[in-house]
């Protein structure tokens, strides 16, 4: 394992040592990027011992890149090393399936990672404003670690969001509003409470967490990258932290010499500033009024990293989309029936903005691709029973 050479500010390059928590660059309030010092690692820990390390390893999942993760004994639950599924109908889709993490969603992956982090410096309160998952995942892993847990979530989140965060011992509070909200009680509050705030991007490791999808996606398709990524983006996390790291693959050479995937960023038409900001050719997004959509994560107005994810998309050659809150439940429908995959609305999104892209031309049948499913379809029952029209049949008389 590395050890954290010092942070670096994703806007100013600004260096920051690791010794103790940070949250943003002081200077310009830019996300800090976890830098290790990779050189040791050049031809010692070749790509292909890692499978070889990881059945050695008392951790299993996500941690076997701790080659490429702080050295600090990790609170884990099992998260990461997901199935990556072939489309039965499609052979160059692949969906990756997060689903399959503890909590049900791919935020187990930064939010192992922030908790290991946070129990390293020794933290004893943290807090989270949420869309949903994040609240569920922080629960979690802060009763693994023994860490007090302070969440602000929409009062009309998926319920499962609530009910296990209520179960995982957390102090829940219910906002009426969307995460914009819960973020501002939670910058207006931190301060007096004693809350370290573990929000998207305003901590450097989350991000390093979620980075071990683009190992991941990459090493099991034979180290090689795929033509494009689909990602459902609220906060965007994900998707910087992959293109983290397939840089730092790049340097440690265990990538196939290649052009990057394109990255391609999906919303809901419903709330979608992103799309906007890239067809705008901005360099920043704007608060996206009256968000709704019944991809509860995608309700996010404007994102921390949305500079950070424009540079990626452009660089990229990718594209951002937005799709339909009734066109994400039909392509829902249709891989419940035709993949046997209970897809999360937001997964929905991404099957969805695919077959958009085939229809335009933007991509081949023949371009392989990865599509994420963010989360598991199981813990939308009540919002997808929703759209779906199915109701609780009423007691026999
Ligand atoms: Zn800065």
Redesign the pocket.
């Known amino acids: 394992m590395p050890t954290i050479a010092h942070l670096e500010?994703s806007?100013?390059r600004?260096i920051r040592s690791a010794a103790t928590p940070q949250t943003v660059?002081p200077?310009?309030k830019?996300s800090l990027y976890v830098r290790y010092d990779l050189k040791p690692l050049h031809g010692i820990v070749a790509r292909d011992s890692i499978a070889r390390d990881a059945a050695a390893s008392p951790w299993s999942g996500m941690w076997r890149y701790r080659s490429v993760l702080p050295d600090v004994e990790p609170v884990t639950l099992g998260e990461g090393w997901t199935p990556m599924l072939q489309s039965r109908r499609r052979p160059g889709v692949y969906l990756k399936e997060e689903g399959a993490n503890p909590t049900g969603t791919f935020k187990a992956r930064g939010l192992a990672m922030a908790i290991t982090m946070a129990r390293h410096y020794g933290l004893k309160k943290l807090a989270v404003p949420s869309a949903g998952n994040a609240a569920g995942a922080l629960a979690a892993y802060a009763a693994a670690a023994g860490i007090e847990a302070h969440i602000f979530m929409p009062r009309d989140v998926p319920f499962a969001n609530y009910v296990e965060a209520v179960a995982y011992g957390a102090n829940v509070t219910l906002v009426n509003g969307l995460i914009s909200d819960c973020g501002r009680i939670v910058a207006e509050r931190k301060e007096k409470e004693g809350w370290f705030d573990i929000s998207s991007l305003k901590e450097p490791f989350r991000v390093e967490g979620k980075k071990t999808m683009g190992y991941e996606l990459s090493e099991q398709l034979g180290w090689e990258y795929p033509d494009a990524v689909f990602y459902p983006t609220g906060g965007g996390v994900g998707l910087i932290g992959m293109w983290k790291a397939f840089g730092e693959m790049e340097e440690l050479g265990w990538v196939r010499p290649g052009k990057r995937p394109r990255m391609i960023a999906v919303q809901s038409a419903g709330c979608a500033p992103m799309v906007r900001a890239f067809d705008q050719h901005a360099s920043a997004s704007e608060v996206w009024q009256n968000a709704a959509t019944f991809a509860a994560g995608l309700r996010v107005p404007k994102p921390y990293g949305d500079s950070i994810m424009l540079e990626i998309l452009r660089d990229s050659g990718g594209i951002a989309v937005s799709v339909p809150d009734a066109i994400i439940l039909e392509s829902l429908k249709d891989w419940a029936r035709n993949e046997g995959i209970f897809l999360s609305p937001e997964g929905a999104a991404a099957t969805a903005a695919y077959d958009q892209l085939i229809a335009s031309g933007y991509l081949k049948h023949e371009d392989r691709v990865v599509i994420f499913n963010t989360g598991a379809g199981l813990k939308y029952t009540d919002i997808t029973a929703e759209a779906m029209k199915i109701a609780r049949p009423s007691p026999a008389a």
């Open positions: 500010c806007r100013c600004a660059c200077q310009c830019g």
